[in-house]
């Protein structure tokens, strides 16, 4: 079985009518999966309420109080935006929370396991720094999850490898002072937000940024993965993976260029299964919405030892 963290919840964080980080592409993803002929091998699991004094607790080791009560305030007022492209309707800081609180269980299911799990979540988060939000990021969920890996499971070192198409600048930010996590990072270069230049190495060498030009085919990534991701993971011997599960390298996708196809998401799974089964892939971009869930199913399949 493979576990699904996913609650209709996280349908309720309203951007808008025309935004690209919208409902749907969870519901998309929602009714491919329970489509699929090997649908009884998924496990479906509620997250833990988000009102949890552990959630916020995890959430302040991360960003700053200011960023914090900007949310909640500006969700309490009705909505608004933290930034021209980052929303935030009335139930988002709650819905934020849940979504926190959906990774922090993927950490724990997948340490007592040992198995993969997907957190089937939004608002995504690998964008968000301590103290503000932007990209569609509210709370840098992956950053968070990592330093709860730590504290709560006293693991010694964590990883994030992001193969969005955009740089996670948040997920860096956060964490390129803490020489217990590493963060990988492939992502088109120039694109938003502009940063995760070859040179960003972190204080500690713990982050690795592979830029990559707009046009690039699975063809790249698997040089990238094989002649410089695997082996700096492999140095960094974490206890745990986190993937920031975006898709929006894909071909089709509306807000990049790269050209990815859903199905090379299985081969870069498989990839990262070479070094552990104690994998937590998380969601964060991905807007075309059959490339975004054929893209998931690409990533499960394998963990499955279905592909």
């Known amino acids: 079985m493979f576990s699904v963290i996913y609650s209709e919840e996280f349908l309720e964080h309203d951007t808008g009518r025309s935004h690209p980080e919208r409902p749907a592409r969870l ?12 649908a009884s091998r998924l496990s479906w699991h509620l997250p833990t309420p988000g009102h949890q004094p552990s959630v916020l607790s995890a959430i302040q080791r991360v960003h700053t109080p200011r960023h914090i009560h900007e949310i909640e305030v500006l969700a309490e007022s009705g909505g608004g935006r933290l930034e021209l492209d980052t929303p935030v309707s009335r139930y ?35 964008h968000a720094e301590s103290d503000r939000g932007m990209g569609f990021c509210l709370f840098s969920n992956a950053a968070i999850a990592a330093t709860h890996a730590l504290d709560k499971h006293k693991l010694r070192r964590v990883a994030i490898l992001d193969w969005d198409v955009h740089h996670g600048n948040g997920t860096q930010e956060i964490v390129e002072k803490n020489p217990q996590i590493a963060y990988c990072s492939l992502h088109q270069y120039p694109c938003y937000p502009g940063t995760g230049a070859a040179h960003e190495t972190g204080p500690y060498d713990n982050i690795l940024n592979l830029p990559v030009p707009a046009g690039s085919t699975l063809a790249e990534y698997q040089v990238l993965f094989e002649s410089k991701v695997i082996p700096f993971l492999r ?14 390298a894909n071909a089709a996708d509306p807000l990049a260029r790269i050209d990815l196809q859903p199905e090379d998401y299985g081969i870069l799974t ?38």
């Open 270 to 307: 498989d990839y990262c299964l070479q070094l552990t089964r104690r994998i937590v892939f998380g969601l964060e971009g991905g807007y075309h919405l059959d490339a975004l869930s054929q893209s998931v199913i690409a990533t499960i399949a394998p963990c499955l030892k279905l592909s």
């Open 27 to 38: 519901t998309a993803i929602v009714e491919a999966l329970k489509a699929l002929p090997w």
């Open 92 to 126: 988002s800081y709650e819905v934020a929370l849940l979504a926190v609180s959906a990774w922090l269980d993927g950490i724990d299911r997948v340490v007592e396991t040992g198995e993969p799990a997907f957190i089937l979540a939004r608002p995504p988060g690998h």
């Open 235 to 248: 140095r960094f011997q974490p206890d745990l993976l986190i993937v920031s599960a975006g898709y929006d």
